[in-house]
């Protein structure tokens, strides 16, 4: 069973700059596709950043040039460096695996979720 475990949440004005972190733990296979989804207040879940396994990323147009996602392999950890952030980037952010290497911005293609961290993002 795949674990994932975020920190690294809170509160920030816009403008400023946050990373989190997500540590994997359980059968880690290195060819999963690795993503960051986030969850606006009343709104659904959306993907905004995803990871394929030779380490291309992807970034939805609402992120791109702020946000970054790599990936520690040595250590087992995810991260999403966000920076000029805006109150819009206010949320639950999530890490999350797929079962295999593909790599969409659908939640459903994505088995294994973690709690998450919240990040405010004041005007």
């Known amino acids: 069973q795949v674990t994932l475990v975020e920190s690294g949440g809170g509160s920030v004005q816009a403008g400023g700059s946050l990373k989190l972190s997500c540590v994997l733990s359980?059968?880690?296979?290195?060819?999963?596709?690795m993503a960051w989804f986030r969850q606006p207040p009343g709104k659904a879940r959306e993907g905004i950043a995803t990871m394929h396994s030779v380490g291309t990323a992807i970034y939805a147009d609402s992120v791109q040039g702020r946000f970054t996602i790599s990936l520690d392999r040595a250590n087992n950890t995810l991260f999403l460096q966000m920076n000029s952030v805006r109150p819009e980037d206010s949320g639950m952010y999530y890490c999350v695996a797929a079962q295999g290497p593909q790599c969409t911005r659908r939640p459903e293609d994505y088995n294994y979720w973690g709690r998450g961290t919240h990040v405010t993002v004041s005007s």
């Open positions: 359980g059968p880690i296979d290195s060819r999963r596709c």
